[in-house]
Nanobody, 125 residues
Framework: VQLQASGGGLVQAGGSLRLSCAAS????????MGWFRQAPGKEREFVAA????????YYADSVKGRFTISSDNTKNTVYLQMNSLKPEDTAVYYC???????????????????WGQGTLVTVSS
């Protein structure tokens, strides 16, 4: 499985960005796809996840109401729409896929088997 993340960039506080994660090598509709982020000097943290087949979505409290995760099964792609961005959202954002996990574990990076290369999001104040 290969994941290609894109869409990062520089945006002012209050602005929006949409990240994309295109998957190849396997149809991922039965698995959990997640977005994580890692700011300098901090651990990688969970942002959002989706199980395509169920249409179920999950969010970190820090982004709930501002970010939306979605998927396009026809393109084997997951998106992260980020609105009302804040300087504290600045980080490298990674997408990942978990082939075998349970719901209670989807917030942990160790539950994910494949990772994209990351895309940098910088929010200026």
């Amino acid at each position: 499985v290969q994941l290609q993340a894109s869409g990062g960039g520089l945006v002012q506080a209050g602005g929006s960005l949409r990240l994309s994660c295109a998957a190849s090598g396997r149809t991922l509709s039965s698995y959990h796809m997640g977005w994580f982020r890692q700011a300098p000097g901090k651990e990688r943290e969970f942002v959002a996840a989706v199980k395509w087949s169920a249409g179920s979505t999950y969010y970190a409290d820090s982004v709930k109401g501002r970010f939306t995760i979605s998927s396009d099964n026809t393109k084997n792609t997951v998106y992260l729409q980020m609105n009302s961005l804040k300087p504290e959202d600045t980080a490298v954002y990674y997408c990942a896929v978990a082939l075998r996990t349970i719901l209670s574990m989807i917030r942990f990076p160790s539950s994910y088997d494949y990772w994209g290369q990351g895309t940098l999001v910088t929010v200026s104040s």
